[in-house]
Structures are given as C-alpha cells and as structure tokens.
C-alpha cells in the first residue's frame, strides 16, 4: 500500500489500513507500506506499481554477470516458482552478448549468450545475426 502527499484526506485513511494489516499478520499475505511524501497522487502511483512489482516478483532480475547457464537456471526456477513459462528478454541476453563479446577473453561466453538467444528466439532475426556476428569475430566461417 503507497500513498504521497494527498493530505489528510487520504493518508490518515491508508494509515488506519495498514495498522489494521500489521495487527492482523497473515502468513499469506505480503505486504509493505511505503509513504511517498515528495509524490502528488498523480504521481506516486508510477512509484507505487515498480514498488509493487517488486514486492511481488522480488527474485526476478537475473544475478549481474551471469552465465549462459545461470540465466538458463534463473529463467527455469522463476517458471517453476510462477507456474508459466518466463524467459528472459531478448534484448537483455542480447546486450549482455555483445559485452562479452567486447572482451576477446569472453567470445566463447558471448557465443553461447547469443546461442541461447536462438534458442529461446528462433524466429528472431536478430538473434541469428547476432551469433553470426561472434562467429565472424571468432573467424568462424561455418558454426559447429
């Protein structure tokens, strides 16, 4: 629950709430309020969904510097947690791919980044051409 600057109109009702959350305690509930002070009520509610989300999907980001094989992990564990199938954005695999890819010691990194980009984006053009591109880099002509 959020609130910001609305005044007593408002705050003194969502304070009343959230005392009554706090003194309830459900096992099943998650919760968290936070006071936007600085935020009018048009905009505190953008702070109050990320907020939100985050609260609500707080494992979601994949560990910084991650492996081929930890994104695979992460992306497999979040879709057991949520019972959907979730990938990663293939843009994000992709962006990561070309910054190993800076780094002549991470080539073979940055390949089975973009491998994997196909994998989950096989009808991506892109994907195929950002493997292509590391190979080509790698003076690979015709990939294994």
Same mark, same amino acid.
């Given at each position: 629950?959020n ?6 109109? %408002?705050? &003194?009702p969502?304070?009343?709430?959230d005392?009554i959350? /706090?003194? /309830? &305690? ?8 936070i006071s936007f002070p ?7 509610p953008? $702070?109050?969904i990320?907020?939100?989300?985050r609260l609500?999907y707080?494992?979601?980001?994949e ?8 994104i695979?992990k992460? %992306?497999?564990k ?6 959907? $199938?979730?990938?990663p954005?293939?843009?994000?695999i992709n %962006?990561?791919g070309y910054?190993?890819m800076n780094?002549?010691a ?7 980044? %973009? $491998?994997?980009?196909?994998?989950y984006?096989?009808k991506s053009d892109?994907?195929?051409?950002s ?5 080509a $880099?790698?003076?690979? /002509?015709t990939?294994?």
């Amino acid at each position: 629950m959020n609130d910001g600057s609305e005044g007593g109109l %408002f705050h &003194k009702p969502v304070l009343q709430v959230d005392s009554i959350i /706090r003194q /309830r &305690k459900s096992a099943n509930l998650t919760y968290k309020y936070i006071s936007f002070p600085d935020e009018t009520h048009g905009s505190e509610p953008v $702070k109050a969904i990320y907020n939100e989300l985050r609260l609500i999907y707080p494992d979601w980001e994949e560990p910084s510097d991650s492996t081929e094989e930890m994104i695979k992990k992460h %992306f497999e564990k979040l879709s057991d947690t949520y019972g959907y $199938k979730i990938l990663p954005l293939e843009a994000i695999i992709n %962006f990561t791919g070309y910054n190993l890819m800076n780094n002549p010691a991470k080539l073979n990194d940055a390949i089975a980044m %973009f $491998k994997l980009n196909v994998e989950y984006y096989p009808k991506s053009d892109n994907a195929y051409d950002s493997l292509g591109d590391a190979y080509a $880099k790698k003076g690979i /002509r015709t990939p294994q």
